[in-house]
């Protein structure tokens, strides 16, 4: 019988109808078209075990792609700075504040952005950021007021950077949600390949539109922001928001794998969701030892990377040509290392995401001191080897910081925790790798420059063994949920 329906002789028909007005039901609020999607009815047994696999694949590759497509936009001014250069357009400071404008935005952004997709439908989110950052590239290339001048073509290009950081929190949300904590290393491992796969793509797409165009610099935005669209019309097309969303049981459920941190139901009712942010991200030590961890983590991957064809070229005499080869070796190397670390984050650590940062920074400051101190002389094979390895090792704790801000945090704050520690690696990670790295070298040298690198290694290896009794704590904790549902299931 439903809620509002009277029974004769019950108290509710008490008063006269006719002399006590009926008091109007309270008008629900209304639902943003962004916002979650409420729980659907739940499916019957058979229907969840047929559904669920396929939709795990699908909104995978929902999110792969969608990834992948925010990197084929998102600061294409360094593709084309040659051709603007030779032209006589811009100067180089001109060049560094636009791709600093993107940086700062997208750092700033992708904590902003997390604390509205925590709460919002991930398949809208990601495909609607996309398409905004593909219009940024549209004004870039079809506006010649935009290009004209370097004040509102960083500024259009900070707006292209803010929208940027709408792509990383909704897939963080679709991988907590989708993949529960014991196959959520290698799964992330694969998705955080896809910024590989979009840096490669633009590549190719800007090299297409400038040989279509006679070698037109506003090619190198408009092609890959065609591109772009279309797979965001893809991403809306395969991404969905949770399981529940669908009718399917929440992941733990379906694998019997609790998440290492619950949700308080009770605190999410009676606190407001910044107070809860504040609680459980801001003034969480885990959260900050990660972000601290991050800030170095970052500041090794560009202070290599950024500056490897300068190094090489500088101490050791090669030429452009090979400096380039060492950057682009870097960053294929980033693909193998990072799915080798989600495999032994998942396989031989079980989970245990600490101390698989350790021993991939350890792998990294093998390398980099060997890097390092190979004198003059050393042959370019061989250097090529120590580049390789470093971005091997760099690039798994770059995924694993986020992975275990996602995996120590609850579902309803996890997107805004890891954008918390992205904040602080490309706010102050990627800024101490380029202009604090460049004002060492001109006051220092490249010797100094190498003995800070290495010593970032060390710290961030001592604010990882801060984490690491907190996570055991909480695997341990993890172990027994699951050892009681499984005893539970058996009963």
């Not at 935005?105 to 996309?130: C, E, H, Q, W």
């Not at 396989?347 to 021993?359: A, Q, Y």
Request: hydrophobic content about 50%; some cysteine; proline content about 5%.
């Amino acid at each position: 019988m439903p809620s509002h329906t009277h029974r004769p002789g019950s108290s509710e028909t008490a008063a006269d109808p006719v002399t006590t007005p009926a008091r109007p039901a309270p008008r629900e609020r209304r639902r943003s078209w962004l916002a979650a999607p409420p729980a659907a009815p739940r499916l019957s047994t058979e229907e969840v075990q047929r559904r669920y696999p396929r939709l795990r694949l699908q909104v995978f590759i929902g999110i792969f792609l969608g990834y992948a497509g925010f990197y084929l936009i998102r600061n294409n001014i360094s593709l084309i700075a040659p051709l603007l250069l030779e032209q006589g357009t811009i100067t180089t400071v001109g060049i560094g504040l636009i791709a600093n404008a993107v940086l700062l935005a997208y750092g700033f952004s992708k904590f902003f952005s997390a604390t509205i997709s925590d709460r919002s439908n991930a398949r809208y989110f990601l495909p609607v950021g996309l398409a905004l950052s593909a219009v940024a590239n549209f004004a870039v290339a079809f506006i010649p007021a935009v290009s004209a001048s370097v004040a509102v073509f960083a500024t259009v290009m900070f707006v292209n950077g803010w929208v940027q950081g709408m792509g990383w929190p909704p897939c963080g949300r679709v991988l907590v949600h989708w993949f529960s904590t014991n196959e959520r290393g290698w799964k992330t491992a694969i998705w955080n390949t896809a910024h590989n796969v979009g840096g490669m793509g633009v590549g190719a797409l800007a090299a297409l539109g400038l040989a279509l165009t006679g070698d037109s610099w506003q090619s190198a935005f408009w092609v890959p922001a065609v591109g772009a669209l279309v797979v965001a019309v893809v991403a809306f097309v395969l991404v969905r928001d949770r399981p529940e969303a669908v009718g399917l049981p929440p992941i733990e459920e379906y694998r019997n794998d609790p998440a290492k941190v619950e949700a308080d139901q009770d605190e999410l009712a009676n606190s407001s969701y910044w107070r809860v942010i504040v609680k459980h991200v801001l003034l969480n030590p885990t959260m900050v030892f990660l972000a601290l961890a991050n800030v170095f983590i970052y500041s090794l991957r560009y202070g290599v990377l950024s500056w490897a064809p300068t190094y090489l070229a500088e101490h050791h005499g090669m030429s452009l040509a090979q400096g380039i080869a060492g950057f682009s070796l870097f960053e294929l190397a980033g693909i193998f290392g990072t799915l080798a670390c989600g495999w032994v984050s998942d396989k031989v650590f079980r989970g245990n995401r600490s101390w698989t940062g350790i021993t991939f920074m350890l792998g990294v400051g093998v390398f980099l001191v060997a890097y390092w101190l190979a004198p003059v002389g050393t042959p370019y094979w061989l250097l090529m080897v120590f580049l390789f390895f470093i971005g091997a090792f760099i690039y798994g704790p770059v995924m694993l910081i986020g992975l275990q801000a996602l995996d120590m945090s609850a579902r309803n704050v996890a997107g805004t925790a890891a954008g918390f520690t992205g904040l602080f690696g490309y706010v102050f990670g990627a800024t101490l790798a380029s202009t604090g790295v460049g004002w060492v070298v001109h006051q220092f040298g490249w010797g100094a420059t190498y003995g800070l690198l290495t010593i970032s290694v060390v710290l961030t290896v001592v604010l990882l063994l801060c984490i690491l009794p907190r996570e055991k704590r909480l695997m341990a904790h993890h172990r027994s949920l699951s050892a009681g549902e499984s005893a539970g299931t058996r009963d």
